[in-house]
């Protein structure tokens, strides 16, 4: 979790948790109740409408090594078997009672093991990327989709599993190629307006597929638009019904200018997306590259989205194991929509001056109700202003 941080000044003393994105080697771990390090890349976080908690999906760590210990040898002593177990890609599970933390770690709620127990015993080891998970009200259940590769990326499919809680245990349930085309960086979007489910993915890294999910949640059912090939997608949608996707260029694990999307469609069908260009404003992203977007309320009422993503390989000298988080809340102008460099934030009152770039960290700046919400969003579709938050799951962030 971001470390707690106290307002010196004449008023009482006020405890405000800062988000403080790792930008650069000597940033600050982000860690659990336990005072481990989060481990949960690639993220896809979700509110349960069953208990209200967030729910943070990820890639666990980096493995070193993962093929220098593969095959699993079944005569391998048993410290060595454990250790492998441990260290092999999976989804982790951290859950918390908002999004500013504190983040209590739940488990290994996906497993090399329960991949292997579906796709053959000597099967794998198996690639485990950006996990989502939603709540598919028609059958009660969780529904887990990530991608599922092979060490080589030649596999190309999505792995689906199911849980009748957000905690699991998840139940492998099958690996696809949904609409039966080669899939490689994937996202889920559940819809706040009506409900239903959208998979976007990069088909075969040549073009980005949306396709509607099946009733069930457990399958699509055949692409609706495409787009040119993106990865790292991120979908999002404002109260007066405007879609927007978050996404970045295909350079490995390297960051690269993102690109946000904004449709001038009223659909998913036919969105029509306009390139609205990088919003950061920084050729590598600050380090970034998107996972998921939140919506949030701050304390206000008042609707903003938060960009959550990987600083995959400047986050510290082991490149991938030392993988950090960017956490930066979306900030729409009249005519653009920015991603500010922030180093320290609230949830509470996302716009304020809350931190310095060096020096002491200061809590909670004068609150700036502006144009940055998304409610004064001058690009919506329609030129509509929008005075509700569009999230319709309900609950604040903090
Ligand atoms: C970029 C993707 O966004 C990541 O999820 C991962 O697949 C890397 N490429 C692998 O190089």
Same mark, same amino acid.
């Given at each position: 979790?971001?470390?707690?941080?106290?307002?010196?000044?004449?008023?009482?003393?006020?405890?405000?948790?800062?988000?403080?994105?790792?930008?650069?080697?000597?940033?600050?771990?982000?860690?659990?109740?336990?005072?481990?390090?989060?481990?949960?890349?690639?993220?896809?976080?979700?509110?349960?409408?069953?208990?209200?908690?967030? %729910?943070?999906?990820?890639?666990?760590?980096?493995?070193?090594?993962?093929?220098?210990?593969?095959?699993?040898?079944?005569?391998?002593?048993?410290?060595?078997?454990?250790?492998?177990?441990?260290?092999?890609?999976?989804?982790?599970?951290?859950?918390?009672?908002?999004?500013?933390?504190?983040?209590?770690?739940?488990?290994?709620?996906?497993?090399?093991?329960?991949?292997?127990?579906?796709?053959?015993?000597?099967?794998?080891?198996?690639?485990?990327?950006?996990?989502?998970?939603?709540?598919?009200?028609?059958?009660?259940?969780?529904?887990?989709?990530?991608?599922?590769?092979?060490?080589?990326?030649?596999?190309?499919?999505?792995?689906?599993?199911?849980?009748?809680?957000?905690?699991?245990?998840?139940?492998?349930?099958?690996?696809?190629?949904?609409?039966?085309?080669?899939?490689?960086?994937?996202?889920?979007?559940?819809?706040?307006?009506?409900?239903?489910? %959208?998979?976007?993915?990069?088909?075969?890294?040549?073009?980005?597929?949306?396709?509607?999910?099946? !009733?069930?949640?457990?399958?699509?059912?055949?692409?609706?638009?495409? %787009?040119?090939?993106?990865?790292?997608? !991120?979908?999002?949608?404002?109260?007066?019904?405007?879609?927007?996707?978050?996404?970045?260029?295909?350079?490995?694990?390297?960051?690269?200018?993102?690109?946000?999307?904004? !449709? &001038?469609?009223?659909?998913?069908?036919?969105?029509?997306?306009?390139?609205?260009?990088?919003?950061?404003?920084?050729?590598?992203?600050?380090?970034?590259?998107?996972?998921?977007?939140?919506?949030?309320?701050?304390?206000?009422?008042?609707?903003?989205?938060?960009?959550?993503?990987?600083?995959?390989?400047?986050?510290?000298?082991?490149?991938?194991?030392? !993988?950090? %988080?960017?956490?930066?809340?979306?900030?729409?102008?009249?005519?653009?929509?920015?991603?500010?460099?922030?180093?320290?934030?609230?949830?509470?009152?996302?716009?304020?001056?809350?931190?310095?770039?060096?020096?002491?960290?200061?809590?909670?700046? &004068?609150?700036?109700?502006?144009?940055?919400?998304?409610?004064?969003?001058?690009?919506?579709?329609?030129?509509?202003?929008?005075?509700?938050?569009?999230?319709?799951?309900?609950?604040?962030?903090?």
């Amino acid at each position: 979790m971001p470390p707690l941080v106290l307002n010196h000044s004449s008023r009482p003393v006020v405890e405000v948790p800062l988000i403080r994105s790792c930008f650069r080697e000597n940033c600050v771990h982000w860690t659990d109740t336990q005072g481990q390090r989060i481990e949960a890349h690639g993220a896809g976080l979700l509110q349960s409408p069953l208990d209200h908690r967030w %729910y943070w999906y990820g890639e666990s760590e980096k493995y070193a090594n993962l093929w220098g210990s593969w095959p699993l040898n079944e005569s391998a002593r048993h410290e060595r078997r454990a250790a492998v177990r441990q260290a092999a890609p999976g989804v982790n599970l951290y859950s918390a009672g908002s999004l500013e933390g504190p983040w209590r770690f739940e488990g290994r709620v996906l497993s090399q093991w329960m991949i292997r127990a579906r796709l053959g015993q000597n099967s794998g080891p198996w690639i485990v990327e950006r996990p989502k998970v939603i709540f598919c009200a028609r059958t009660s259940q969780f529904v887990m989709w990530f991608h599922l590769d092979d060490s080589e990326y030649h596999f190309r499919r999505v792995g689906v599993a199911t849980s009748s809680g957000p905690a699991g245990p998840f139940r492998f349930v099958h690996a696809l190629q949904p609409d039966g085309l080669p899939s490689l960086d994937m996202s889920l979007f559940h819809d706040p307006g009506d409900g239903v489910g %959208y998979f976007v993915r990069s088909v075969n890294n040549s073009y980005m597929g949306i396709s509607r999910l099946s !009733a069930d949640m457990l399958n699509t059912t055949g692409i609706i638009s495409t %787009y040119s090939v993106l990865e790292g997608m !991120a979908i999002f949608r404002l109260a007066n019904g405007t879609y927007y996707m978050i996404t970045s260029h295909l350079t490995g694990w390297d960051p690269n200018p993102l690109v946000l999307l904004r !449709a &001038a469609g009223s659909t998913l069908d036919n969105p029509l997306w306009v390139n609205m260009g990088n919003p950061t404003g920084h050729q590598t992203s600050f380090n970034s590259q998107p996972t998921f977007v939140v919506e949030c309320r701050d304390v206000s009422g008042d609707a903003f989205f938060v960009y959550l993503a990987d600083n995959w390989i400047h986050a510290g000298p082991r490149g991938l194991k030392d !993988a950090g %988080y960017i956490w930066l809340p979306f900030s729409f102008g009249d005519q653009s929509v920015s991603l500010p460099k922030k180093w320290g934030w609230s949830m509470r009152n996302p716009f304020a001056n809350n931190a310095p770039s060096h020096g002491r960290t200061q809590g909670g700046g &004068a609150r700036n109700r502006s144009m940055r919400h998304v409610n004064t969003a001058g690009l919506a579709a329609g030129g509509v202003r929008v005075t509700e938050p569009s999230n319709s799951h309900g609950d604040s962030c903090v």
